[in-house]
């Protein structure tokens, strides 16, 4: 189940909406993601956010979703796989992401979720612009994401 949207979504009706798929699944985790009110960037100068814009390539970024969650789905024996990403323009605060999986074991649960989540924050076409204290500026990928990324590799 893969939604990009402008609206909001509700984590408890996520959660039940994954537990009624996944039937009698062990473990079930979400990770619900928000904007956040300061970001620092690599350059460790800290800026106060007022908003972020995302946009997205539609048709493709479904695409993409789909195709991580099957990565996950072929790595761990998961009952249920959830991806919520939002588009447009949202405040500090708000939530961004959802990711919820369900396995019949927390262990496979637990590592699949943070699999999906490494996987959006490099491969998902997003593009991101930050309005702040310090001006508007697309947003670049982290070190730290592809460092994340790199550990599903080995």
């Known amino acids: 189940m893969i939604g990009v949207q ?3 979504f509700d984590v408890g009706q996520e959660y039940e909406a994954l537990r009624e798929i996944a039937g009698d699944a062990g473990a ?9 009110e300061i970001y620092t960037p690599e350059s460790d100068k800290s800026e106060a956010v007022t ?3 995302l946009e997205h390539y539609p048709g493709m970024t479904e695409q ?3 195709d991580i969650a099957r990565q996950a789905e072929q790595r761990w024996p998961l009952l249920g796989v959830r991806i919520i990403h939002r588009i447009g323009s949202l405040k500090p ?3 961004i992401v959802l990711v919820g999986t369900a396995s019949a074991h927390r262990k496979a649960a637990l590592e699949s979720a943070s699999f999906i989540m490494d996987y959006l924050k490099s491969h998902a076409p997003f593009w991101k612009k930050q309005f702040s204290s310090e001006g508007e500026k697309w947003i670049e990928s982290r070190t730290e994401d592809a460092e994340a990324l790199a550990n599903w590799q080995r």
């Open 28 to 36: 079930i985790v979400t990770f619900t993601g928000l904007v956040r």
């Open 6 to 8: 402008e609206t909001d």
């Open 93 to 95: 605060g708000d939530q």
């Open 51 to 53: 908003e972020l814009f």
């Open 64 to 66: 993409r979703l789909e």
